[in-house]
């Protein structure tokens, strides 16, 4: 059975650091397009980074130079590295994977989700 379950989040102040992990069971992650999409209060949930099957990467504008996306093909686990953080930031997580022919970060191309984890940006 095809599993991604998340875990790395929390509450971190302003300009802290987070990294969130992406564990999968059940598929190899390396095959798929994956990706990290979040939902804030009051928000759809949206693209924030996936890569593609081939290892193309992509950012939201509002987090690039700050977000970093990796897979570890080893482990099977992906995560995001996620720095100078800020209160819009503030969202639950989810990670996500799609077939390999994707090359988007649109939430509706991508069939499996984990359960999803927490993260607050606050002083």
């Known amino acids: 059975q095809l599993q991604l379950v998340e875990s790395g989040g929390g509450l971190v102040q302003p300009g802290g650091s987070l990294r969130l992990s992406c564990a999968a069971s059940?598929?190899?992650?390396?095959?798929?397009?994956t990706g990290w999409f979040r939902r804030a209060p009051g928000k759809e949930r949206e693209g924030v980074s996936c890569?593609?099957?081939?290892?193309?990467?992509y950012y939201a504008d509002s987090v690039k130079g700050r977000f970093t996306i990796s897979r570890d093909n080893a482990n099977n686990t992906m995560y995001l590295q996620m720095n100078s953080l800020n209160p819009e930031d503030t969202a639950v997580y989810y990670c996500?994977?799609?077939?390999?022919?994707?090359?988007?970060?649109?939430?509706?191309?991508?069939?499996?989700w984990g359960q999803g984890t927490r993260v607050t940006v606050s002083s």
């Open positions: 996500a994977a799609a077939p390999a022919s994707v090359y988007s970060c649109s939430r509706y191309e991508y069939d499996y």
């Open positions: 059940g598929f190899t992650l390396a095959d798929y397009a």
């Open positions: 890569i593609t099957s081939d290892g193309s990467a």
